[in-house]
């Protein structure tokens, strides 16, 4: 692991311990996110499986779903998944995420270890803990993720969802590029992601897909995020799956023409 990486400052998921009797997850309860849980009444196939609430020790946690494979950071950290699936989980994460808006609720912690690989190589969006049921639109957020997932204070008051709609720019640029906006790895400390969210994203200056073919596909993309030109997720959602859909018949024409030769 390089220097960057025992340095990068990405907050585990909220305190909680694996039982073995049950095979769950066990998280103390907040309150705050076990009424976003109820609201999540309907299972999700992006959501993680919520099971209800158990006692244990006069102790009230948080039943969830486990899995194995961990958040999606370490995983990549670990791991080359192939273009393919890591936009695959993009377009989940998104699936994920119009569905919150749809329910009124607001993420506000959207980063890369809030997201657990399954078993069969999907992705689901967890840890609700500091998310905002029905915000107006001119809500203050009192939390923010990890720095270079924050949304600039700039777009206060162009759409409650602002920041997951820009937390999902950094994660679907990360997927994309396998590093992060301004800098050549997965794994910014903390004092890079302050510069980075200080002295570029506060000022609206935004990094760019190195590679012209995905510029060409998700590029736009990435920028609307960035400049929080979306309402919600659903309208990432459906540009995204479009672009795939683009992107991935291009490169089935090239890999023909290829074979041709």
Known sequence: MSDSESEAEFPEIGEGFFDEDSGTWRKP??????????????????????????????????????????????????????????IHWAIEIAEGIAYLHSKSIVWADPHLRNILVTEDLHVVLTDFAFSIISPDWMHRFSTMPPPIFACPTGFWGMTPNRADIFGFGVILFALLTRRFPWVDHLAPSLKEQLQIFTTLHEEEKWDTVGDSKLREHFGEIVEKCFKVKYMSGDGILGDLKQCFANWSEDVANAESDH???
């Open 29 to 86: 309860v907040s309150r705050n996110e076990q009424n976003v849980y109820e609201l999540l009444s309907e299972s999700h196939p992006r959501i993680i499986a919520f099971q209800g609430i158990a006692e244990m020790e006069q102790e009230e946690y948080l039943v969830l779903q486990y899995h194995p494979k961990g958040d999606l950071w370490t995983y990549l950290l670990n791991n080359d998944p192939s273009l393919s699936t890591r």
């Open 259 to 261: 074979q041709a030769i």
